[in-house]
């Protein structure tokens, strides 16, 4: 008899709900730090996930969805905006200052909450633009949830991330390894570029515990949605924030990076408004820029013209037309104290990476990711000399631009880029990334500094006004990619430019090449002189690389680093500095590290000079 009352209340409120519910209610259930290589329900041995997979089995599994940023406050503001973040101008992880958004420009939340929506974040924002979370959230604390919207008939849109897989969760102590963890150690498959070590056996094993936590967690707030009567009225998109935080995922632009976990369970109530049936698992490619049209579209909203996103679900948007999509676009800028200088492009099967900074390899140093054992270890056993081909990648520099066919080498080992039989393929996907850098007028062909000093009021409108020079310094940067002859001829040309950003780039492109390019290494050192600091930055770095021993220009970089009158420039000065000692060799005296700007970032890189001694 309990359990018949109780069906029948079940009922009643599904019925009350369906009949007043005429908008949609949405619900956004983000895990932080975990890439689609952290699920079971993703193809990876563990990662068991009930919960989750309770959402899939009444709606839609996206086997292509794509962060955008491999890192939280970039993926993060593109998420809340529907704007790529090298056009908005906020790009760095951490920013040193928040960019305006276009005048009139709402991110959707604000939309949302303008239209009726009771908008609630728990808790996380990290936003890298300049915006009024009031104007964003109704509410956003600990305690925001829709269930504290006055009206209860009211539309919401919540959103609630979980920080139980977070990178710090790996920060343990190696005395915690005697606790023990649900995935036994000895039954994890590592990624071929991980070292089988017991470090990183366990490591892996722990995050896919924490993945278990999620899920739990998970199931908390669904059995509280239910319990309100409101399930079969809300669209729930679970995902990642981005990726994953093993060794060479977070803050890395490859698939561990970028590529995500996506379930959108549809609701009964609103199953009309979705031309796919519950239960399927789909192809088509979503990037972080189009959650944000896709919710407005499915509460029935008109899209700002500017976002750079579009619909995958909703009204006109048909199952054969999301199919259709199999492009998505990444970026990877500064990381906290880190720099660097990536952009990908994904089409079907392969992967294009364009590394412009290629120099500077992956593993150079950044405090916050060497808190982890194993990337302490990673880096022991590569100066050991124990590393095979594939696990030493991640300490040497990068090629301009790599190729890899994700269907067979998901995890991004084998460089197409010189195969003959793939030339076609590097060619085509070579021309659509430069196609999109240039539609978008990405601003990192400009120093952070520059940035900073010059954009942040109208980085979209300093993007539009600069494409003609945009052009053409993304022209000099890819003379790195022709015929060696040709490169340096045009390359030395650019080191005489009036531009600074030519010869800026100049010096970059230069370095990139490398030894080859030493035949115009007096060019290069005329720069060393150059009235703009972050030329003479650029020329100082590139002598070193190029192994020139006069003029030595260890000098040039003290005096820029000691006189440079912003603080994003001497943390540039500083990510030279530390690439050119631990990996190239040059011996640094620290005494004559004394920057202006002994805070922020800055410290950072200061403080890793005074703790440790690289051999």
């Known amino acids: 008899m309990i359990r018949i009352l109780a069906l029948l209340v ?30 079971r329900l993703y193809g990876a041995r563990h990662g068991t996930t009930p919960n989750i997979l309770s959402l899939a089995k009444n709606g839609l599994v996206f086997d292509h969805a794509f962060s955008c940023s491999p890192v939280c406050s970039v993926a993060r503001s593109t998420l809340a905006t529907g704007i790529y973040a090298p056009r908005g101008g906020f790009q760095y992880h951490r920013k040193i200052a928040r960019a305006a958004l276009p005048q009139g420009l709402l991110p959707w939340s604000s939309v949302l909450k303008q239209n009726g929506y009771y908008t609630t974040n728990r808790r996380k924002t990290d936003y890298n633009f300049r915006f009024p979370i009031k ?18 008939q009211q539309p919401f849109f919540h959103m609630q991330s979980f920080g139980q897989s977070h990178e710090s969760s790996l920060h343990f102590r190696r005395e915690q390894f005697d606790t023990p963890t649900a995935v036994s150690p000895d039954a994890i498959k590592l990624a071929p570029y991980h070292p089988d070590t ?8 722990r995050y896919f515990d924490r993945m278990g936590v999620i899920d739990k967690q998970i199931g908390r707030v669904l059995r509280q949605l ?14 990642g924030d981005h990726g994953g935080v093993l060794p060479r995922s977070k803050g890395y632009a490859y698939e561990s990076g970028l590529h995500v976990p996506l379930v959108v369970r549809i609701p009964a109530n609103f199953r009309h408004l979705v031309d796919h049936k ?37 009204p006109g948007v048909s199952a054969q037309d999301l199919a259709s999509r199999d492009e998505a676009f990444g970026h990877a800028d500064r ?4 720099y660097d200088h990536v952009r990908t492009l994904r089409k079907g099967r392969y992967t294009y990476i364009r590394n412009y900074q290629g120099f500077y390899p992956d593993g150079l140093q950044n405090n916050y990711r060497y808190r982890m054992l194993a990337f302490q270890e990673w880096r022991t056993l590569h100066r050991a000399g124990t590393l095979n081909a594939a696990q030493k990648q991640f300490f040497h520099p990068r090629p301009a631009e790599q190729l890899f066919d994700i269907q067979s080498d998901p995890h991004q080992v084998k460089d197409l880029s010189a195969d003959p039989g793939h030339h076609k393929v590097l060619l085509d996907l070579r021309n659509r990334l430069r196609k999109k850098v240039l539609e978008i007028n990405d601003l990192s062909f400009y120093p952070e500094s520059h940035q900073v000093s010059n954009m942040l009021d109208d980085p979209i409108g300093f993007g539009v006004a600069h494409h003609k020079e945009i052009v053409f310094l993304h022209d000099i940067a890819a003379l790195s990619l022709t015929p060696l002859p040709v490169a340096l001829g045009k390359l030395k040309a650019h080191l005489l430019s009036k531009n600074p950003w030519h010869r800026y780039w100049a010096c970059q492109a230069v370095t990139l090449i490398g030894p080859p390019a030493k035949p115009i290494s007096v060019a290069v050192a005329v720069c060393l002189g150059d009235p703009h600091p972050m030329v003479r930055l650029r020329a100082a ?18 005096d820029v680093l000691n006189t440079v009158p912003t603080e994003a420039e001497a943390l540039l000065v500083l990510n030279t500095v530390v690439f050119l000692r631990d990996h190239q060799g040059l011996a640094i005296d620290t005494t004559r590290l ?17 703790r440790s001694s690289v051999k």
């Open 335 to 338: 990381f906290d104290e880190k």
């Open 198 to 205: 017991p470090t990183f056996r366990y490591t892996h094993a």
């Open 541 to 558: 770095e590139c002598l070193a690389v190029l192994k020139t021993n006069t003029p030595d220009p260890l000098p040039v970089l003290y």
């Open 226 to 239: 239910t319990a309100d009567g409101l399930l079969e009225d809300t669209f729930i998109f679970y995902f």
């Open 10 to 39: 079940s009922l009643l409120l599904a019925a009350n709900s369906a009949t007043a519910a005429t908008r949609p209610n949405f619900l956004f259930l983000v895990s932080e730090d975990n890439s689609i290589h952290s699920l």
């Open 135 to 152: 104007r964003l959230w109704n509410a956003s604390s600990p305690k925001a949830s829709w269930r504290n919207r006055p009206d209860k």
């Open 594 to 610: 004394l920057p202006r700007f002994p805070g922020g970032q800055v410290a950072r890189r200061l403080e890793y000079f005074k």
């Open 278 to 314: 519950p239960n399927t698992r789909l192809g088509g490619f979503v990037s972080f820029t189009d959650f944000g049209p896709t919710v407005l579209h499915l509460a029935g909203l008109d899209i700002d013209k500017r976002l750079d996103g579009r619909p995958f679900l909703g």
